[in-house]
Structure formats: C-alpha cells, structure tokens
C-alpha cells in the first residue's frame, strides 16, 4: 500500500514542480540527501509504530524512490504520441537521480543489518534474505553507474552511442528491483500476512505491466521501421501474458503455504502453566522440608520468598519498563502480565531443579519426558505484534536435547531484536531442555517468546 501513496505523492511532486526541479535540480538532491539521511538516524530513536512504518517507512522501505523509478520506467514505455512523453522526458535524468537518492535512504537503512550478516555471518541468513541481499548489493551497483552518467556534465563527455547502451543495463536494474521485492514480500505473503500479499499483487502488476508495455512498444517500432503493421494483437498477447504471470505469483502466495504452527496460543498458554504450577508445588515442598537447614544457614523461608520476589520484580521491571515497551525494543502494549510470568516461572523452576536432582525425585517437566525417537524436529511461531515468522529446529539424541537454533524472516527494523534473543534464549532452552527457567531478553521480549513458542512446537512433534 505504501506504493501506491507514494504514487501520489510523486504524481502530486512532479505536476506542480516539474519546473523548477529542472532548472534547480542541484538544490533538490541536495534536500532529498538531507530527508533522507535525517530519516537514517531517525530510524534508532523509538518513536510510535504508525509512525515508523507509515512515515518514516515510504523512505526507508524505499516506497517513495521505487515509485519515482516506476515513473522513470513507464515514461520510456508510453506508445509514441502520449501526451504524457514530453514534460516526462525532459526531466526523466532528473528524476532517475533523485529516485536512487531516495533509495539509498533504503539501503543504508536495511543494509545496516542485511550486508552486515552477509559478509560477516551469512548462515545466519535465510536462502530468501541472502539472495536477496546480493541482489541489492547487483542492484546498488547498477544505480550508481546509471546515476553518475545521468549528470548532464558525465553524460557530455561520453559518446552517445555508448551512453544509451550503458543506460540499457536499466532494463536488468528493473527486471532485479522485481525479483528483490518478490523475495521479501512472498515469504511473509505465505504467511498470510494481507500487507504482503497486497504488496506481492501491487509490485506485480506494476512492473508486469511496465514488461508487457516496453516490449509491446519495442515489437511496434521495430514493425514501423521495417513497414508492417501488427494492430494490437502483440499488445493484447503481452498484457494477457503479464496478467497470467501475476496470477500465479498471486498464486504462489497461498499454495504450499506453511503451515507449521499447528497449535494454538492457548494450548500454548496451558503448557506454560502447568509448568508453573508443578515448579511452584516443588519448590514449596522442598522449602518445607529444609527449613531448618535453610536457618541455620542464615536464611530464613520469610527472606528466601523475598528474595525471589525481588529476583521476578527485577526481571519483569527488565522486560516490562518503558523501553521494553517501545517500538525500539521489540514489545508492545498488553505484554506486560506475559513477561512477568515468564520472569516467575525462571527463577522458579531454577530453584526447584537442584532438590529435584538431590532427591531422585521425578519432575513433570517437559525435560524428563521421553522422545519418539533420535532425529531433527522443527517448529514454527510468528512474532507477535512484528508478523515475523521464527523457526526453531531442535536435534534428539537418546531422550536429550542436543542442539536448538532458531531462525526467523524478520525484516531489517527486527532482524536485530531477534538476533539479542537469539543470541540468549536458544543457549538456555538447550542447557534447561524445555522453556523451563528460559527467561525473555529485556528489549527484546517478542521475539524471545517467538523462539520459545517455536521451541515448544518443534519439542511436541518430537515427544512420544
């Protein structure tokens, strides 16, 4: 949707300043340089979600400059004789260099996080984020040699002939700006995510249309130049071509779709407590039965359950303060009973394992339940709030946990939040072997309980 307000508002940009962005296209790319490297730094402070997305986002998701190239394109794919050719093309440069300003504002944005991972960690990556990482670092290239020669001053110096060859390679810029987007958008689209479908539609008919339109232009001259005429028939075969390849990246979206997440929040919700509840009952009883012990030692059962209140004040205060809150740390409203439970349930369930272990007692959690057997299980969740899907893939061996990774489709303004959880909750879901005692990354709640919902999905395909 954000591509179609920007339309507008490029539509809008070009009808009332046409003019002047010709005869003082200096001073407008030097404001749009400033627009969008304000919009770069804006992107750390934590500001509403609307806001971010919404705004902020037709520059840094690259809306606003993919809208002005869109233009760009169909100007050079408009039959001959269209009213609209001749007030485009005389500020078609122009606006070819103001769009890859706009869009830089998007690849230094994401690539903050993307080209980071590439060339550092690239298996953090996943087969659709790294493809279409590389094909942005293709695309960056191809922009700014089109930019540069693009300046009237580079474009005098340069034979004519081997300029417009040069400005051809824009059809292999388009045809990767196409692909880069479907990348990102039908991952989620298979989610089901209706912002992402709608975007899969948009960007298809858009640049399948703008297909069909430059070859059917390209077929006519070629047949006026060699004295034949095709009527429209060449027209109607692509644009019908152009509908049908919509049609099934439409398609695409919702076949095969993964379905993974097969139980639902409250059953989730039912594991959790019944861990709660069995770890409390536990620590009760074993507190009772060392309460002199525990005296003699200086501590009293009063400090102990003040000291573990404190300890599940201190981690909710973590998770549930102002900044865990915001945008920027990756929560949001109605989270806060949510990660206070969490809190509890780890420091809970921590203190019970060592009487557990002393008295050869059996425990009720999930830790001492048998497998069906050695093997790779999976499970999938999506981020609450964020609409990120997080897989969790766990390995077996004889009735232990051995290995748990997670990965997730997160975009770039989350891909961080979940490396932070990534980085910590996998490491304790591995060393409790359950959720048990797995506490959330402050500032980073969502994508924590993302990991350990997955976790439990992939650990209840797995359980006899």
């Known amino acids: 949707m954000l591509l179609i307000i920007s339309l507008i508002i490029v539509s809008l940009f070009i009808y009332f300043l046409k003019g002047s962005l010709k005869k003082h296209a200096g001073i407008y790319y030097i404001g749009v340089a400033v627009i969008s490297i304000a919009v770069f730094l804006l992107e750390f402070l934590s500001m509403p979600l609307f806001v971010k997305n919404n705004i902020l986002g037709i520059f840094a998701k690259g809306s606003l400059g993919t809208a002005m190239f869109v233009v760009v394109m169909y100007t050079g794919a408009l039959p001959k004789g269209n009213k609209l050719i001749a007030p485009l093309m005389k500020i078609r440069g122009e606006l070819s260099i103001t769009a890859a300003i706009l869009v830089l504002c998007h690849n230094f944005t994401y690539g903050m996080t993307y080209f980071k991972m590439l060339f550092i960690k690239p298996k953090a990556l996943s087969a659709t984020q790294l493809t279409a990482a590389i094909i942005s670092i293709i695309l960056i290239t191809i922009m700014l040699v089109l930019t540069v020669t693009s300046f009237p001053a580079v474009r005098k110096k340069m034979q004519a002939k081997k300029w417009k060859q040069l400005q051809r390679t824009a059809y292999v810029f388009y045809g990767l700006m196409y692909v880069h987007i479907m990348l990102i958008n039908i991952p989620y689209a298979r989610l089901g995510l209706g912002t992402y479908i709608a975007n899969v539609i948009i960007y298809s008919i858009v640049f399948l249309g703008y297909a069909a339109m430059r070859i059917a232009k390209a077929v006519s001259v070629k047949a006026a130049r060699a004295g034949k005429t095709y009527g429209k028939r060449p027209e109607a075969v692509l644009y019908g071509l152009a509908l049908v390849i919509c049609a099934v990246m439409t398609v695409a979206c919702f076949a ?16 959790f407590n019944d861990e709660t509840v069995a770890a409390l009952v536990k620590e009760a009883e074993s507190s009772l039965a060392g ?9 009293t059962e009063a400090g102990q359950v003040d000291n573990q209140s404190d300890t599940q004040s201190d981690n909710s205060g973590s998770d549930n303060s102002a900044a865990g809150n915001s945008v920027l ?26 009487d557990n272990s002393s008295d050869g007692g059996s425990s009720d959690t999930p830790a001492n339940i048998t497998f069906k057997e050695d093997g790779t299980y999976t499970g999938s969740a999506v981020c609450d709030t964020y609409n990120y899907n997080v897989t969790v893939t766990i390995v077996i061996s004889g009735d232990v946990i051995t290995s748990v990774t997670a990965t997730s489709e997160a975009g770039a303004q989350d891909v961080q939040y979940f490396n932070m959880a990534n980085e910590k909750v996998t490491a304790q879901l591995l060393a409790n072997q359950s959720t048990s005692g797995v506490d959330s ?9 993302a990991i350990k919902k997955a976790f439990y999905y992939a650990y209840k395909s797995a359980k006899k």
């Open 329 to 354: 740390g990756n929560s949001g409203p109605g989270n806060t009973s949510g990660n206070s439970q969490v809190s509890g349930l780890g420091n809970s369930n921590q203190a019970a394992q060592p």
């Open 256 to 271: 095969g779709r993964k379905t993974t997440v097969a139980a639902s929040d409250e059953e989730w919700e039912e594991f």
């Open 291 to 299: 309460d002199a012990a525990l005296t003699a030692e200086g501590t």
């Open 441 to 449: 990354v402050s500032g980073a709640t969502k994508s924590s309980n």
